[in-house]
């Protein structure tokens, strides 16, 4: 989680998860997508909602599963111009209360704080990681890059010159 109060805050008792679980829509406000744009260092963020299923989970702990649909604007890394696209990404996050001992190898799991789960942290956290961090607009190419020579070889051999065949 953020340090600070989080700009998109969701929280959820953990306790008040019934045993077949429930089915949560949450949607940012606009001043709360701004303030999330500015942290995940986008332009804008028109909207950004999850629904999100929440299961209880190892005695006492949360399963947080569902999709997040984001739309924002994003700048290409080639040409610098700003356009709008669409985010639609899976969140699946696991929680269980301080003191619960769990297999580390079998998911990412993090601790409940005073028996709730963040999901409005959940869906940003998700969201910075499904956005692309080198986005670019469709038919746009990174450029060749010339390298310089290696050190001993001629001024025309790359370092890939050995995998070429040269």
Do not use: N
């Not at 929280?11 to 303030?35: F, H, M, Q, T, Y």
């Not at 299961?55 to 040409?79: C, F, N, T, Y």
């Not at 709008?84 to 601790?111: L, Y």
């Not at 020579?149 to 001024?155: I, Q």
């Amino acid at each position: 989680m953020s340090l600070g109060a989080p700009e998109f805050s969701r929280p959820l008792e953990a306790r008040r998860v019934p045993k077949d679980g429930s089915i949560e829509k949450i949607a940012a406000s606009p001043e709360e997508c701004r303030a999330l744009a500015s942290r995940i260092g986008v332009p804008i963020i028109h909207a950004l909602s999850a629904e999100l299923r929440a299961h209880p989970w190892r005695g006492g702990g949360i399963k947080l599963d569902g999709m997040l649909e984001a739309d924002l604007d994003q700048v290409s890394a080639v040409s610098g111009t700003t356009f709008r696209t669409r985010v639609k990404a899976p969140v699946e996050r696991f929680f269980v209360p301080a003191g619960i001992a769990f297999d580390a190898g079998e998911a990412d799991v993090d601790e409940l704080s005073d028996g709730l789960v963040d999901m409005g942290e959940v869906v940003a956290e998700s969201l910075l990681l499904a956005i692309d961090p080198y986005p670019r607009l469709e038919g746009e190419r990174f450029g060749e890059v010339e390298l310089p020579p290696v050190a001993g070889e001629g001024a025309a051999a790359s370092p890939f010159a050995r995998l070429k065949g040269k």
